[in-house]
């Protein structure tokens, strides 16, 4: 079936750095890739859309300028968290989709920004 | 795309049949039902998804009332592994973005 690798699965950093957070498409070409982000105790809320060579649409309210979005390829898709501050700590996750794959999701990324 | 209400959390116990429901009574005709669940830190796993029909996999079944309005899903012989919180989703076919709702915590116990 279809598998979206997502890494790294955690990460801490201090505060006012930049992470990268990656999703890959391991054996399927997306068309389309989404991140969501989870706070504890909370649901999936979806961030942003994003389609291989556009730029990303962003949800109400999301930053486009904390969370940077690169799809360069048809199976990569970067979120960068430029300056993190801590209330940025949550759970990470992307999903891909495909025609006729449908939505696949990777493992989630835990950040922590201390 | 429709908004579903379920409730917040119910238990089950090892080996019954988990019976989760899912409220839907603004979907439309061309909305399908899915169903995912999400494990303690991991990502959103597929569980089954239909339209008018009653479906069944090797998962679960789902079964989908005649005016469409509800669904149920069924873990016919629930273990502890399928402890998760279940998300009951409505949309457009395949190609739409999905949006979760707060989702079910189903927690099986011994």
Known sequence: GAVVSQHPSWVICKSGTSVKIECRSLDFQATTMFWYRQFPKQSLMLMATSNEGSKATYEQGVEKDKFLINHASLTLSTLTVTSAHPEDSSFYICSARASGVGYTFGSGTRLTVV | ?110
């Open chain 2, 1 to 110: 795309d429709a908004k579903t209400t379920q409730p917040p959390s119910m238990d089950c116990a090892e080996g019954r049949a988990a019976n989760l429901p899912c409220n839907h009574s603004t979907i439309s005709g061309n909305e399908y039902v899915y169903w995912y669940r999400q494990i303690h830190s991991q990502g959103p796993q597929y569980i089954i998804h239909g339209l008018k029909n009653n479906e069944t996999n090797e998962m679960a079944s789902l079964i989908i009332t005649e005016d469409r309005k509800s669904s149920t899903l069924i873990l016919p012989h629930a273990t502890l592994r399928d402890t998760a919180v279940y998300y009951c989703i409505v949309r457009v076919g395949v190609d739409n973005d999905m949006r979760f709702g707060a989702g079910t915590r189903l927690t099986v116990k011994p």
